[in-house]
């Protein structure tokens, strides 16, 4: 969606508004009738929001617009072009995880670097600049110190990375919320895993070096696998690892030794999301044996 210039807040600005021009009627063994000045909400909105504001014409200004899981291919490939990239640490990954720990942070935090990602695909930047530093200083960025204090932890060459980890921790909260983030993708993406699948996978996850691969494969199951008639490109019966290799050789991207030598050959296609989900809920018991 376009970014607009107009920024409100529904539950903190709108919602108020509404409310207090509404008025409620209770007839006797009837319901509550809620009748609402719309004349005067709609007046208040132009005063509160329009009102004094310029009128800005696009044409000639090139528009934002948050493509990133439409068109992540093209997006990333650019920003890799003008701000090269690298991959976060485990010491930042960790930090910026445990500085947000909740999911409306993880929420407010990624729809932040999305809108950053938006900005560099466009505009570049100094690859070594801190994150918060550009959001304030360059996008003149009004953000929660909290978050900011987060997203400072990174720098630019880390933001395709970071929207990896962001994205990543918005699924795990969703999941431990048990809000589904999978809920909507094809069923034949979705069996379960059997007890070898589940020994293998523990086993391959046990090493430090194992955690960047598990955000390439909850990356490869965003942005291909939710796509529509995803079943017809990567098919359900392939392994795991045969997909993921393609998709990674087609990102340009070097898979780390480990992932070839030990990651599970009979881990199928048609068990990927079981199995991301099942790491997830597992890896802390599993550091915990450690």
């Given amino acids: 969606m376009e970014q607009h210039v107009i920024c409100y807040d529904v539950e903190k600005d709108l919602l108020p ?3 207090s021009n509404c008025q409620y009627s209770l ?3 009837k319901e509550t009738i809620s009748e609402y000045d719309l004349p005067r909400i709609q007046q208040q909105i132009l005063t509160h929001f329009l ?25 990333f490939k650019t920003i890799k072009g003008k701000v090269p990239q690298v991959s976060l640490n485990a010491l930042i990954r960790n930090g910026v995880s445990r500085e947000l720990d909740s999911y409306s942070e993880v929420c407010e935090a990624l729809k932040i670097v999305e809108l950053l990602l938006g900005f560099l695909a466009k505009t570049g930047g100094d690859a070594n600049m801190k994150v918060g530093t550009y959001l304030k200083d360059v996008l003149k960025m009004d953000i ?4 900011l204090k987060a997203l400072n932890k990174c720098s630019l060459k880390h933001c395709v990375s970071l ?16 809000m589904g983030p999978f809920s909507k993708y094809a069923a034949e993406y ?7 699948n589940r020994t293998e996978l523990k086993g391959f996850m046990s090493p430090a ?3 960047q691969w598990l955000l390439e494969m909850h990356e490869f199951i965003l942005l291909v696998l939710g796509r529509p008639y995803a079943t017809d490109r990567y098919k359900p019966f392939w392994s795991v690892k045969e997909a993921m290799l393609l998709y990674m050789d087609h990102k340009e991207v070097e898979v780390p030794v480990y992932v070839e030598e030990n990651f599970p050959e009979n881990l199928l296609l048609s068990q990927i999301l079981e ?3 099942y790491v997830v809920t597992s890896k802390q018991e599993w550091m915990n044996e450690g």
Avoid: C, F, Y
């Fill in 17 to 19: 508004l509404v409310l």
């Fill in 275 to 277: 199995a991301w989900k």
């Fill in 51 to 75: 009102q004094g504001k310029p009128h800005i014409s696009l044409t000639g200004i090139p528009t934002l617009i948050n493509t990133i899981e439409k068109d992540s291919e093209s997006v």
């Fill in 163 to 178: 929207w990896q980890l962001l994205s990543s921790l918005k699924s795990e909260n969703m999941l431990h919320l048990k």
């Fill in 209 to 211: 070096n194992a955690a």
């Fill in 27 to 29: 007839e006797r063994g």
């Fill in 190 to 196: 979705q069996d379960p895993l059997s007890e070898e």
């Fill in 144 to 147: 929660e110190e909290h978050i």
